[in-house]
């Protein structure tokens, strides 16, 4: 049983570049957050997608967007990238956004800005 | 609001106890514990409702107090394993919002 994949492991930009990374959930799961966590500190909720759409949005700008394809994998993009962008961008699965369960988080997606 | 942690880092000898404490201004749902290696994903550990359902898998027990909007994670008899950053995450609009984490570091 696959558990939640990330591509790609690292990846180094230049400011003002833009980039997307990729998530694949979990088997039988249906819904994917994406999550920043800077060095040192605990994951913050980006959004999450259910059904294709955006269901809920943390505190980010317009610069991340995103996508979910009908197999439920999906994309974070970012835009404009700005130092202040560089983290570890974890992506997290469970069946239809259930918070009373677990989530399963990917290995992450290491993003360097320079 | 993001939860707050305490302590921020705690090192202890294996086979000794510690208490991870979460706290929130705000009224709590559920609790969620996480624990990540370094350079690893989070893993689940436990989740605490509101009126007292637990959900886990480890052998870690932990406590939520919904008057004092907190929550302690209980480790006990420490091993190396345990050894990683411990995250609380409460709930608040359908979303997680994770604490700043505690380091647990366990020497043997």
């Known amino acids: 049983d696959a558990g939640v994949t990330q591509s790609p492991t690292h990846l180094i930009k230049t400011r003002g570049q833009q980039v997307t990374l990729r998530c694949s959930p979990k088997?039988?799961?249906?819904?994917v957050s994406w999550y920043q966590q800077a060095l040192g500190q605990g994951p913050q909720f980006i959004f999450q997608y259910y059904e294709e759409e955006e269901r809920q949005r943390g505190n980010f700008p317009d610069r991340f967007s995103g996508h979910q394809f009908p197999n439920y994998s999906s994309e974070l993009n970012v835009n404009a990238l700005l130092l202040g962008d560089s983290a570890l961008y974890l992506c997290?699965?469970?069946?239809?956004?259930?918070?009373?369960?677990?989530?399963?988080f990917g290995p992450g997606t290491r993003l360097t800005v320079l | 609001q993001q939860p707050v942690q305490s302590p921020q880092a705690v090192i202890l000898r294996e086979g000794e106890d510690a208490v991870i404490n979460c706290s929130s201004s705000?009224?709590?749902?559920?609790v969620h514990w996480y624990r990540q290696k370094h350079g690893e994903a989070p893993v689940f550990l436990m989740i605490l409702l509101k009126g007292g359902e637990q959900k886990g898998h480890e052998k870690i027990s932990a406590s939520f107090n919904e008057k004092k909007q907190q929550s302690s994670l209980y480790l006990t008899a420490s091993q190396l394993s345990y050894s990683g950053t411990y995250f609380c995450g409460t709930e608040g609009c359908q979303k997680l919002v994770f604490g700043q984490g505690t380091r647990l570091t366990i020497n043997p």
């Open positions: 088997s039988g799961h249906d819904t």
């Open positions: 705000k009224a709590l749902y559920s």
């Open positions: 997290a699965s469970n069946w239809k956004g259930d918070l009373y369960n677990e989530q399963f």
